[in-house]
């Protein structure tokens, strides 16, 4: 459509210019000295004018085509290795993660060697040139582009990362410190990312090197709000662990799920596995309480965690009543729904309580009774209830109650063992020496 509205637009200039020119009988003389005159045409003198116009401004571009023919030819010289300076980048990125560091490491150096060719070595002393700086100094012959130090930083780090797949730790060193030297000359948008960027790097470089006080110094040089990144508090939380800091570890991993850089249950085990372990590296009572005290309460009522701190703090010789003290708000969810802890849990707190009845308080007798009669089949509860009974001096209720959870603890065989054995102690108070000697059996039995 667009072309017919030109030709019709052509036909009606073609029409207008020919009816001008057709009628039109102006004559242009010409006197030439002394008595001579020449009569030309309107219409020619004017095909004559515009004609010398269009052959003189012809002559003029061809003129400046033919000035400007080497600039171009440079241009397109300096477009072409341009481009093979990219494709060397490209080729180094793609050799990386492909896992073929050497390679990798050729092709960055490649790349450099074209930039090098196409701008010179880089004068640390001098900053890069930006777009409009080069517009105002006139360079005609390949200007550095605004983005020159920062290609260079990226095939610097590219060959450093390289090198530390190939545990070339000297020359991984020398690339990393040109990558930081180049760093500090990137001027415009995405200078500061960049050099950020660059220290990340270096920062997992270090880890991967089991550096951790090299990896923390780099994370502290960052800028503040870089340092909350989830990236940044990731390579701190591993960090913290190879250091064996876990009170550090500990608070990092709360604040990656604050980020929600885990799922949910990756990041309860994350904190739960933590807290434990710090938990378990308390040296005495004192420092344990401590350690208990700075948990938050949501993380002392998790049954992993208040485990690992109750048997703590039995190892350390501590206070059963303050052990559990502790176990109690797991005791109320086992004693709600036994299958909120695993078979494991179970085991452990139903094996902490047995071992220090004597000492706990008669709420615990009545706890413990109240969760057996509400969850009559649950082995561990009737294990435990059987030894209230003993508590309380009633051998008959005791025996009744481990003999029935017996054959549910076939699973269970510290539960199983103890079981027995109190049994056989049950026998002999009763002077029943048979019965004595098959529950002793069985109790080396399920030890062995």
């Known amino acids: 459509m667009r072309a017919l509205l030109w030709l019709v637009l052509l036909f009606l200039l073609a029409t207008l210019l ?9 004559v242009v003389t010409v006197y030439w000295s002394p008595t001579q005159a020449i009569d030309l045409s309107l219409n020619l003198v004017v095909a004559v ?3 010398l116009f269009l052959l003189g401004f012809a002559l003029l571009r061809g003129v400046q085509i033919l000035s400007s023919l080497p600039l171009q030819a440079q241009r397109w010289r300096t477009h072409q290795k341009e481009r093979a300076m990219h494709g060397y980048l490209r080729d180094a990125m793609s050799y990386q993660i492909a896992g073929r560091y050497g390679r990798a490491r050729t092709a960055a150096g490649k790349a450099l060697e074209q930039d090098e060719g196409l701008y010179g070595r880089p004068d640390p002393a001098q900053p890069a040139e930006t777009e409009s700086d080069q517009t105002k100094a006139g360079h005609a012959a390949a200007p550095a582009p605004a983005y020159r130090m920062q290609m260079r930083t990226l095939a610097h780090n590219l060959m450093a990362d390289s090198s530390q797949g190939m545990l070339d730790a000297e020359w991984r060193d020398t690339c990393q410190a040109r990558a930081e030297q180049e760093a500090r000359l990137i001027h415009g948008g995405a200078a500061a990312e960049t050099r950020e960027g660059l220290l990340l790097r270096s920062v997992r470089r270090a880890l991967d090197s089991h550096q951790p006080d090299k990896a923390l110094q780099l994370l502290d040089q960052l800028p503040q709000g870089a340092t909350r990144r989830i990236v ?8 913290a662990q190879q250091q064996g800091d876990v009170q550090q570890a500990l608070h990092t991993a ?9 799922s949910p249950l990756a990041g309860q085990a994350l904190i739960q596995q933590l807290a434990a372990d710090w938990l378990r590296s308390a040296h005495d009572v004192e420092q344990l309480q401590q350690h208990w005290r700075a948990l938050a309460a949501q993380e002392r009522s998790v049954p992993a965690i208040a485990l690992a701190a109750a048997e703590r703090l039995q190892l350390l010789g501590g206070s059963p009543a303050q052990a559990s003290h502790w176990l109690l708000p797991v005791w109320e969810q086992l004693a709600i729904s036994p299958e909120a802890l695993n078979p494991v849990q179970r085991q452990s707190v139903v094996l902490m309580l047995g071992d220090s009845l004597g000492s706990l308080e008669l709420d615990w007798q009545q706890r413990i009774e109240q969760a057996s009669q509400r969850h009559p089949q649950q082995a561990e509860l009737q294990y435990l209830y059987g030894l209230v009974c003993l508590q309380r001096q009633q051998p008959d209720s ?39 000697l098959e529950a002793w059996k069985q109790a080396a039995i399920t030890s062995a």
């Open 18 to 26: 020919a009816l001008l020119a057709g009628g039109n009988q102006a």
């Open 49 to 51: 004018i515009v004609g």
């Open 232 to 239: 940044a508090l990731r390579y701190r939380l591993r960090a």
């Open 254 to 262: 709360r604040a990656l799920v604050r980020h929600k850089a885990f």
């Open 398 to 436: 005791a025996r009744q109650w481990l003999e029935q959870a017996l054959p549910r603890l076939q699973q269970v065989p510290a539960l199983r063992r103890k079981a027995w054995m109190v049994l056989a102690q049950l026998a002999e108070q009763r002077a029943d020496t048979t019965a004595a």
